[in-house]
């Protein structure tokens, strides 16, 4: 199923809604092009899991790790968020552990542009989500499988 946003705050309360339907371990998969609104919906996301951090996209730092504490989704302690827009390989995010995160029960992890660590994913279950611009501030969602 499609969804449409037109604003930033459409989009955030998008991401909280698919929050609310996220178990632990779910790897969500955030596909777009430059500027689509990936970070606003992992935005979202979080702020539906309860955390109150600013989230800002690690594409510098490639990982950020957001611990939940007081989580509206207790069994949900751990939000990693990954951006690999600039990895070189997937040797980098082994490197930094990312395999310890990936799939872990209490986790669920965030990951834009994961078409370049496809290798890694590979025998892991995935939500997709891809973010397609269209006119002025308007966004076309599709969520794979549809969870909401």
Known sequence: MKHTT???????????KIAKKLNPGDIILLQGELGAGKTTMAKGIA????????????????M?????ENSKQ????????????????????????????????????IIEWPEKIKELLANKKTIEISIVKQQGDS??????????
């Open 6 to 16: 037109n604003t930033t705050e459409e989009m955030i309360t998008l991401g909280e």
């Open 139 to 148: 966004r076309e969602i599709t969520i794979t499988p549809d969870i909401l």
């Open 47 to 62: 702020k539906g899991l309860g955390i109150s951090d600013e989230i800002v996209s690690p594409t510098f730092t490639i």
């Open 74 to 109: 207790t069994t949900v302690n751990r939000l990693v968020h990954i951006d690999t827009y600039r990895l070189e390989s997937e040797d980098n995010l082994i490197e930094i552990g990312v395999e310890d995160y990936l799939g872990e029960q209490d986790t669920v992890t």
């Open 64 to 68: 950020n790790v957001y611990n939940l």
